[in-house]
């Protein structure tokens, strides 16, 4: 992993998302509901790709907000959402890709497609 994908810092806000900080200094926010909306887990994708969206599902909870968040690895964050969905793993070089404005899973929405 080089430094450009390799995660120093976290803060998770739980009304508001995250901002990751990476080894070279660059500093990454990802709001709330543009984390829960792309959520990476394979039910969500299957969602996009049929052109609905993963959040908010009937009787979701609002507002949105994260009851816990821990690291996958060494390489990925778990966020568990207040609507018991927990099943994304969000990969450090995705966030990273999100925050610059480029797709962060790659072409599609699927998670091995990123391509660094």
Sequence with gaps: MTDR???VDLD???EEGITATFADGH?????????????PCATCRDLRDRGDTPWPRPGSPTPLSITDASFHGAWGLN???NDGHSTGIYPFQALRRWSEGQPPF??????GLADG
């Design 79 to 81: 966020i568990t959402w």
């Design 27 to 39: 500093i990454a926010t990802i709001e709330l509901n543009e984390l829960r909306l792309g959520c």
């Design 5 to 7: 994908y390799e995660l």
């Design 12 to 14: 998770v806000k739980r």
């Design 106 to 111: 790659g072409y599609e929405s699927d998670p």
